[in-house]
């Protein structure tokens, strides 16, 4: 069954600094992966898919993630980041018949 | 342009009750899915539909019912509540590989 594992429960940043959230997913012939931010108390909102093609995609809110093959990842980044991006993100892999699996989650704190 | 509305966002069921969590889109999105969302343990399918008339089970569908009859709706129905189905459930949904649109989900308890 394919997998989605995020490895860090929790990150704690400055405001300012880069931030990286890891991902790596089970192996797959094709690989559509996702990366959703969820705010306290909402529903998840979509920051950026990769389907195939140029393995730097951007997002929305400032994001990029990175795909590679060879290494089964995908993580997220982001060059400077601000106190309202503090939030709860989930990376997952879906199947070309509308079923996501997601990965337990990462926390971000953003220290002032 | 609603997109995806759930009802209700708060229930509190007695053990054994039963409810139906509703999950209305009107974004004629072909895929429709629920998850529950527990703390440390992600999103988990419950079950999902590709189209009207066309549902299968996710990761954790004991106890939990659907039925797609239309595009737009997709309801989940709790047979028996349980305090284990105690979680946040969130509908979404999807066309294509476009990633999903996710509702703002139902917070249950069971007492």
């Known amino acids: 069954a394919q997998s989605v594992t995020q490895p860090d429960i929790h990150i704690t940043v400055s405001e300012g600094a880069s931030l990286e959230l890891r991902c790596n997913y089970s192996y797959g012939a094709t690989p559509y992966l996702f990366w959703y931010v969820q705010s306290p108390g909402q529903g998840l909102q979509l920051l950026l898919k990769y389907f195939s093609g140029d393995t730097l995609v951007q997002g929305i809110k400032g994001f990029e993630a990175e795909f590679k093959r060879s290494q089964s990842s995908f993580n997220l980044r982001k060059p400077s980041v601000h106190w309202s991006d503090a939030a709860e993100y989930f990376c997952?892999?879906?199947?070309?018949?509308?079923?996501?699996?997601f990965g337990d989650g990462t926390t971000l704190t953003v220290k002032p | 342009n609603a997109g995806v509305t759930q009802t209700p966002k708060f229930q509190v069921l007695k053990t054994g009750q039963s409810m139906t969590l509703q999950c209305a889109q009107d974004?004629?999105?072909?895929?429709m899915s629920w998850y529950r969302q527990d703390p440390g343990m992600g999103l988990r399918l419950i079950h999902y539909s590709v189209g009207a008339g066309i549902t299968d089970q996710g990761e954790v569908p004991n106890g939990y019912n659907v039925s797609r009859s239309t595009t737009e709706d997709f309801p989940l129905r709790l047979l028996s509540a349980a305090p284990s189905q105690t979680s946040v459930y969130f509908c979404?949904?999807?066309?294509?590989?476009?990633?999903?649109?996710f509702g703002s989900g139902t917070r249950l308890t069971v007492v």
């Open positions: 974004m004629n999105h072909e895929y």
């Open positions: 997952a892999r879906s199947t070309n018949a509308g079923k996501s699996t």
């Open positions: 979404a949904t999807g066309q294509g590989d476009y990633g999903y649109t």
